[in-house]
Structures are given as structure tokens and as C-alpha cells.
């Protein structure tokens, strides 16, 4: 209940001071906010709306409340201008006056209670605070006029101070000044001290408050000189930076998308400022050296295209300074992958992304039909550790990491640069796949070729073979004992077992490829098979001839199908369906049995192998109203 009651408090303050702020400025003539002043809103806005989502995020996080803070001294510091009407007009006016020591105070704390940032110490929060109410108490009480042009003092003035106190006001700012520039510090000494994900979060942080320590001394010089509003200005516009580094921060942004943004505006900024001091400086060459006045026309064309010839290599030139100076392993690791491919040959890839990123079990894995593949073809699994690499809106390729040898965004500057070449690897191990693919179908298939003459000899040494030995010895009997008898009864004996053996080798032979075949094509083996099998058929047969490697291929593919079923599926009808395109002979078999077919199973697989083997594809499974359905498409053009 209290989370809620602060958020339901904190929350509002800040968007309701601003409104009234306008609502003042309105029923007393004011101007409300003008273009000059629109800074102030967008600072308020964003520390606002920081404050907001940290403490909505995780409410026990000081930065948050620091944040919402600072959004409140922004939209109270607008109310100087406007508090001199009103009722407590004098007092508003002088905390709305001296609100700004709270801008520093709540800048402050948002740098020291950022996650992985807070001092070992409690002494710099502490002293930050006290240094800004010290000076809040002494700006109350002091005797003297606030600042042109607001007539205006304390209502809490105590006379015969005024020396005393402008030495403790003066001295307090400038202790929270030192306190300020001493978070940057701890800031950035804790950037340089972290590593892994520390570093990633902090980096937001390192960009948004990196500027913050020269605009303070320069906002302090500002001030002194009687600029208040160009001391405003820049004070406004590091606090928006701020808050935005430190949101992204805790929200824990990816850090290589950070790093990307941030040394790609600096590296635009540098370049910008190239193009316009190039186009400055032909402005100024050209107008001095010509004796005459210029044609303007003629000078901006010849400054632009200056200006135009030097932005790239600025941009160039200013991102590769700054990747060497702000993130060395990275730059040094780009420029090894350069180096390697600019070799004729080229190394390895694996082993160039070994030396780049110093990680010894990092690897690229390809996508495959169901799954990833390694460079050399085999099955992997891709860990949690990840970079893709994407080329033309898809996912070509994933780099495997180990997170405690190298960061994630060194990994990732590897992968832009070496890009293209891991997807010409991607390629190279689909076609190493498909080559183990190959090796291992013509592996199954002379396995298949040798279990088949295995069970041939077996089949004629236990069938014909056996039949063809006892005739012999039936006649070598009937010759030994010569009655006419028993050599008439011995010989039709003998003449009924070479039908029968006869009627095994038919058998035998119809089991690698029938008469029919060779014969009469598809159309007349199916109408021979549908003559045998003890079940229904219906045939949708094409009557047609086709290459005999083909024709021999589709048999095989029916002869399985229609033996599978028959045996295992419990059937009452099969249907066979032999069609053909402009360049492919479609062959299906399809049953209303139980289903239940395994693709990978031993004759199935083996009949794939055999379809592979021409350039074609089988598939099996189950059809959707019951049964199985086994198709082949071969290529018979």
C-alpha cells in the first residue's frame, strides 16, 4: 500500500506543477512557453518520464525517485518568472530562484545510486545533500535582491548576514558542484572497472554523463558571468542525455545495438562538422581569392560538392578513431578479420574467428532441414549464446559463442565484417551435407545390394538348390535299382519337384523385377501384381513406357508400398496411381489400414535411397481419413 500511496503522489507532482505553471502564466498576461524556452519542458518531460518507469520497474531503486526529483526542480524552476503576483509570490520566487541547486543535487544522486555505480561510501550522498540544503537555507535567508530583473527578497531575510551567508551559499554550491563532477567520476571509474554485463549497462550511462562534467563548470561560469539562460540551456540539454543513458541502462538494453547508436552519432557528429568546416573553408578561400565577387550560385555548387567528396571518408576516418580509442578489443578484432580475408587464400574461416575473437569454442552453424549444421555437414545444436548473421532479411548463419572469453559485441563486429564469407561457408556446408547425404545413401544402398544377395543365396541354397540335389538323387536311385516301375514312379517325382522348383526360381526372379515389366511397362506388372495380392485393388495406371532405371524404380517403390500393407496394415483395398508430368513420373500407393508407416524405417529408407539415387524424393505417412500414403516423383525426361 505505501508503493502505491508514493507512486500515486510522486507520479503526478510534476506534470501538475507545469500545468499550473501555464494556467498562471495565462491569467496574468504571460506569453506561457515560447520557443526559447522549450527546453525546459523536454528536460522536465524526460527525467519525468524516466523517473516514472524506473520506479514503476523496480520502486526500491533510489535513481528513480532521484529522477522524478529532478523533474520536479525543472518544472518548479518556471515559476520565477511568474510569482510575483501571486499571493505567496515572494517566497515562491525565491525557492523557484534557487530551485537549480536541486537540479545538481538530484543529478547527483541519480549518478551515485545507478546499479553498479555506488560508492563504497556513504559520505558523497550524504554530503550532497547537505551541501544543497545549505545552500537553500542560506539563499532564504540572505537579505539581498534576487537576480535582475525580480526585485524581490526573502520574506525569511535576516538582516546583518548578508556577508556570512553569501560565503556559505557560495561555498555549499560549490562543495555540490564538486560532488556532481565526483559522481562523474565514480561513474566512470566504475565503467572502467566492470566487465561482461556490468560494462554493457554502464555504457548508456558513460554516454549520456560524459559530457555533464564540462557543462557544469561551464554552466558555474556561465552563471557568474550573468548568463543564466545559456547556463539553463546546457545544464537542460545534459540532463536529457542523462536520463536517457540511465533508463536505457537499468532496462538493460543490448549493449551492441548501444555501442552501434553511440559511436555512429559521434562518428556522424565528427563527420558533419567536417562537411561544414569544408564547406565553410571554400567559402572563405574562394571569396578571398577571387579578385572580383563570386557568383553565389557557382560558389555554393563548387562548396557543396567539396563538402559532398569529404563526408565519407570523414565518417570513415572518425569511426575507426573511435572504435580504436573507445573500444580497442573490438577495432583489433574488425581489423584481424580484414587482414585475413584480404589474403589470397583466405585462412580458414573457423580458425579466423578463433584468432578475432579469441574464443576457442566458437563456431558457425548453418540452418538445414530440421535444424543447424556445422561447416563440415554435421547435426548441432546451437547453444544460448548467439550472434546471427543476417543477409537479405534472413537468418544465414549462427555464431556460437562462450560469453566468458569474449563479449557479445565483439562477436558481433566480427560478424558484419566477415558477413558475405560465412555466407559463402553457409553454402559450402549445405554442400557438405548433402555430399554426407550421398555417401551415406550409397553406403545403405550397397548394404541393401548385400543383404539382398545374401538372401537370394539363401533362398535358392534352402529352396531350388535343395529340390534340385533331391532330384538327383531320386533319378540316381531309380537308375541303381532299374525296375520299370520305380523308375516310372521316380521320374514323375522328379519331373513334379522341377515344376515346383521351376515355379521358386520364377518366384525368385518376379522378387527383383517381373516379366511384366520388361515386357509390357508399369501398367502391365500392376495389372500382374493386382492378379496375386489377396485384397482389393484399384489401379489409376498410366500406359506408357519410360527409361528402364525408372520404370524399375517405380516398381520397387509399388512392390514395398503394396507388400507393406498387405503384411502389416490390416488392408481391404490398395490403390495405385502411376501418372506423368512434362519431366517426372508421379507414383503413389495408398491403403485404408491402420497408418502407422516410419519413413525411416529399413525398407522404406532403403527405397528412398534407390528414388535419391535417380534425382528424385519419397515420402511417407499417414493420410489425414486413415491409412497410409507412399509417393515417389522421379525424374523421366
Known amino acids: 500500500?505505501?508503493?502505491?500511496?508514493?507512486?500515486?503522489?510522486?507520479?503526478?507532482?510534476?506534470?501538475?506543477?507545469?500545468?499550473?505553471?501555464?494556467?498562471?502564466?495565462?491569467?496574468?498576461?504571460?506569453?506561457?512557453?515560447?520557443?526559447?524556452?522549450?527546453?525546459?519542458?523536454?528536460?522536465?518531460?524526460?527525467?519525468?518520464?524516466?523517473?516514472?518507469?524506473?520506479?514503476?520497474?523496480?520502486?526500491?531503486?533510489?535513481?528513480?525517485?532521484?529522477?522524478?526529483?529532478?523533474?520536479?526542480?525543472?518544472?518548479?524552476?518556471?515559476?520565477?518568472?511568474?510569482?510575483?503576483?501571486?499571493?505567496?509570490?515572494?517566497?515562491?520566487?525565491?525557492?523557484?530562484?534557487?530551485?537549480?541547486?536541486?537540479?545538481?543535487?538530484?543529478?547527483?544522486?541519480?549518478?551515485?545510486?545507478?546499479?553498479?555505480?555506488?560508492?563504497?561510501?556513504?559520505?558523497?550522498p550524504v554530503l550532497t545533500v547537505v551541501s544543497g540544503v545549505v545552500f537553500q537555507v542560506s539563499a532564504l535567508l540572505r537579505s539581498t535582491p534576487l537576480d535582475e530583473p525580480h526585485d524581490i527578497v526573502s520574506p525569511w531575510a535576516v538582516a546583518g548576514i548578508a556577508g556570512p551567508i553569501s560565503v556559505l551559499a557560495t561555498v555549499s554550491v560549490t562543495v555540490l558542484g564538486g560532488c556532481l563532477l565526483a559522481s562523474v567520476y565514480v561513474l566512470v571509474a566504475a565503467f572502467r572497472r566492470a566487465r561482461g554485463e556490468a560494462r554493457q549497462q554502464l555504457l548508456w550511462l558513460v554516454a549520456g554523463a560524459t559530457p555533464l562534467a564540462p557543462c557544469v563548470v561551464a554552466s558555474f561560469a556561465a552563471s557568474y558571468a550573468g548568463l543564466d539562460e545559456i547556463a539553463g540551456w546546457v545544464l537542460s540539454v545534459c540532463v536529457i542525455t542523462l536520463a536517457l543513458g540511465?533508463?536505457?541502462?537499468?532496462?538493460?538494453?543490448?549493449?551492441?545495438?548501444?555501442?552501434?547508436?553511440?559511436?555512429?552519432?559521434?562518428?556522424?557528429?565528427?563527420?558533419?562538422?567536417?562537411?561544414?568546416?569544408?564547406?565553410?573553408?571554400?567559402?572563405?578561400?574562394?571569396?578571398?581569392s577571387l579578385p572580383v565577387r563570386a557568383d553565389a550560385q557557382l560558389l555554393t555548387i563548387l562548396a557543396t560538392l567539396a563538402a559532398t567528396g569529404v563526408a565519407r571518408p570523414a565518417y570513415t576516418l572518425a569511426r575507426r578513431v573511435i572504435d580504436r580509442r573507445f573500444n580497442r578489443r573490438r577495432f583489433d578484432a574488425v581489423q584481424l578479420v580484414r587482414a585475413g580475408l584480404a589474403q589470397s587464400p583466405a585462412p580458414?574461416?573457423?580458425?579466423?574467428?578463433?584468432?578475432?575473437?579469441?574464443?576457442?569454442?566458437?563456431?558457425?552453424?548453418?540452418?538445414?532441414?530440421?535444424?543447424?549444421?556445422?561447416?563440415?555437414?554435421?547435426?548441432?545444436?546451437?547453444?544460448?549464446?548467439?550472434?546471427?548473421?543476417?543477409?537479405?532479411?534472413?537468418?544465414?548463419?549462427?555464431?556460437?559463442?562462450?560469453?566468458?572469453?569474449?563479449?557479445?559485441?565483439?562477436?558481433?563486429?566480427?560478424?558484419?565484417?566477415?558477413?558475405?564469407?560465412?555466407?559463402?561457408?553457409?553454402?559450402?556446408?549445405?554442400?557438405?551435407?548433402?555430399?554426407?547425404?550421398?555417401?551415406?545413401?550409397?553406403?545403405?544402398?550397397?548394404?541393401?545390394?548385400?543383404?539382398?544377395?545374401?538372401?537370394?543365396?539363401?533362398?535358392?541354397?534352402?529352396?531350388?538348390?535343395?529340390?534340385?540335389?533331391?532330384?538327383?538323387?531320386?533319378?540316381r536311385s531309380a537308375r541303381v535299382n532299374g525296375g520299370v516301375r520305380v523308375l516310372r514312379t521316380e521320374v514323375d517325382q522328379a519331373i513334379g519337384d522341377?515344376?515346383?522348383?521351376?515355379?521358386?526360381?520364377?518366384?525368385?526372379?518376379?522378387?527383383?523385377?517381373?516379366?511384366?515389366?520388361?515386357?509390357g511397362g508399369l501398367r502391365a506388372a500392376t495389372d500382374e501384381l493386382a492378379s496375386r495380392i489377396p485384397v482389393r485393388m484399384k489401379l489409376d495406371v498410366i500406359d506408357q513406357r519410360f527409361p528402364g532405371s525408372v520404370e524399375s524404380a517405380a516398381w520397387f517403390v509399388i512392390a514395398e508400398a503394396v507388400s507393406n500393407a498387405v503384411k502389416h496394415a490390416r488392408v481391404d483395398e490398395v490403390t495405385i496411381r502411376v501418372s506423368a508430368g512434362l519431366s517426372q513420373l508421379h507414383v503413389a500407393v495408398l491403403d485404408d489400414g491402420v497408418g502407422g508407416a516410419d519413413p525411416r524405417g529399413h525398407g522404406l529408407q532403403g527405397l528412398a535411397d534407390r528414388v535419391a539415387a535417380l534425382g528424385g524424393a519419397l515420402s511417407a505417412g499417414d493420410q489425414p481419413g486413415g491409412g497410409t500414403r507412399v509417393e515417389a516423383v522421379l525424374p523421366c525426361g
Open 1 to 124: 500500500m505505501g508503493r502505491v500511496l508514493a507512486r500515486l503522489v510522486t507520479w503526478p507532482l510534476a506534470p501538475a506543477l507545469f500545468a499550473g505553471q501555464l494556467a498562471v502564466s495565462h491569467r496574468h498576461g504571460g506569453q506561457g512557453i515560447t520557443a526559447s524556452d522549450v527546453v525546459y519542458p523536454v528536460a522536465m518531460l524526460v527525467c519525468w518520464a524516466v523517473g516514472v518507469f524506473l520506479t514503476w520497474r523496480v520502486i526500491e531503486q533510489p535513481a528513480g525517485w532521484a529522477f522524478l526529483g529532478l523533474g520536479t526542480a525543472l518544472t518548479w524552476s518556471g515559476f520565477t518568472q511568474i510569482s510575483t503576483d501571486l499571493a505567496l509570490g515572494p517566497l515562491i520566487a525565491t525557492f523557484s530562484d534557487t530551485s537549480f541547486v536541486w537540479w545538481f543535487v538530484f543529478l547527483a544522486l541519480a549518478l551515485q545510486f545507478t546499479p553498479a555505480v555506488r560508492p563504497s561510501s556513504r559520505i558523497l
Open 246 to 288: 540511465a533508463a536505457l541502462s537499468v532496462a538493460k538494453y543490448r549493449l551492441y545495438d548501444v555501442e552501434r547508436i553511440v559511436t555512429d552519432s559521434a562518428a556522424y557528429a565528427i563527420s558533419t562538422g567536417s562537411v561544414i568546416a569544408v564547406f565553410a573553408a571554400v567559402v572563405v578561400v574562394i571569396t578571398k
Open 348 to 475: 580458414e574461416l573457423g580458425a579466423l574467428l578463433i584468432a578475432a575473437t579469441g574464443d576457442p569454442q566458437v563456431r558457425a552453424l548453418f540452418p538445414s532441414e530440421g535444424g543447424w549444421v556445422t561447416s563440415d555437414g554435421r547435426i548441432a545444436v546451437p547453444g544460448p549464446h548467439v550472434v546471427d548473421v543476417v543477409r537479405r532479411g534472413q537468418v544465414s548463419a549462427r555464431i556460437e559463442f562462450d560469453p566468458s572469453c569474449c563479449e557479445r559485441t565483439v562477436v558481433a563486429a566480427v560478424v558484419q565484417e566477415a558477413a558475405a564469407e560465412i555466407d559463402n561457408l553457409g553454402l559450402r556446408a549445405e554442400l557438405a551435407k548433402q555430399v554426407e547425404q550421398i555417401t551415406e545413401s550409397r553406403a545403405r544402398l550397397a548394404g541393401a545390394h548385400l543383404e539382398e544377395r545374401r538372401r537370394m543365396e539363401r533362398d535358392l541354397h534352402d529352396g531350388a538348390q535343395q529340390r534340385i540335389l533331391a532330384i538327383a538323387l531320386q533319378l
Open 498 to 519: 522341377l515344376a515346383l522348383t521351376v515355379q521358386e526360381l520364377r518366384d525368385l526372379a518376379a522378387g527383383l523385377q517381373p516379366a511384366a515389366l520388361a515386357g
